[in-house]
């Protein structure tokens, strides 16, 4: 059965302290991946997609890499404004993760 | 702002009725598609819509039905409503097939009494 599980479920951080989220997937022909931030009461903010293993993508403080059982997304020296849930998704089922619930405290 | 409106924001309705969510994609998008998120859960995959045409469908239950216009507009209509099916619901558009980059909605919370 298709199935995507992000790890951890919450994740608190004090503001610099730089950490990893994992988004694992068991998906027959995959054609990608997804990473987002939702912020509460809000839609999914598209962040990157990912197409092979090996890929990498940055946008400030965050890298999404990608290898061929999963992924990760590395947030360097986080501010207080990171704080946000992060949300993976494979297709083409559509299948999402869980989300990540990070908070970054001052 | 991702381009993608939903109309209402906010609908609050009663048990057994039937409501209309709308959806207007991004300019030049042909794909849309309909997720429940409910309190604290994550994003369910409801259906897609590809150029007026359903496309795939996810857990969808039976009293939830969607299609698509000449204009890519989309509507989820919800009937028979149960306090269940209070979440949010996003809308969310691509230019075509779904393994491409989606945008969000802002997404129409109901609550159901």
């Known amino acids: 059965e298709d199935q995507v599980t992000q790890s951890p479920e919450a994740l608190r951080l004090q503001e610099g302290e730089s950490s990893s989220l994992n988004c694992s997937y068991t998906v027959s022909g995959l054609r990608g991946l997804f990473w987002y931030r939702q912020d509460p009461g809000k839609g999914p903010e598209f962040l990157f997609t990912?197409?092979?293993?090996?890929e990498e993508k940055e946008k400030e403080r965050l890298k999404a890499t990608l290898t061929k059982k999963e992924s990760f997304l590395h947030i360097t020296a986080p501010k207080p404004e990171d704080s946000a849930t992060y949300l993976c998704?494979?297709?083409?089922?559509?299948?999402w993760g869980a989300g990540t619930k990070l908070i970054i405290k001052p | 702002d991702s381009g993608v409106t939903q109309t209402p924001k906010h609908l609050i309705t009663a048990t057994g009725q039937r409501v209309t969510l709308r959806c207007s994609p991004r300019s030049g998008d042909l794909s849309v598609y309909w997720y429940q998120q409910s309190l604290d859960q994550g994003l369910q995959f409801l259906i897609q819509?590809?150029?007026?045409?359903?496309?795939a469908k996810g857990n969808i239950l039976e009293r939830f039905s969607a299609q698509q216009f000449p204009d890519l507009h989309s509507e989820l209509n919800l009937s028979s409503l149960e306090l269940g099916d209070s979440a949010l619901y996003f809308c969310?558009?691509?230019?075509?097939?779904?393994?491409?980059?989606?945008?969000f909605g802002p997404g129409t919370r109901l609550l159901v009494l």
């Open positions: 969310a558009s691509s230019q075509n097939l779904a393994s491409e980059t989606q945008y």
């Open positions: 998704a494979v297709p083409p089922k559509l299948i």
């Open positions: 819509y590809y150029n007026g045409e359903e496309r």
């Open positions: 990912l197409y092979s293993a090996g």
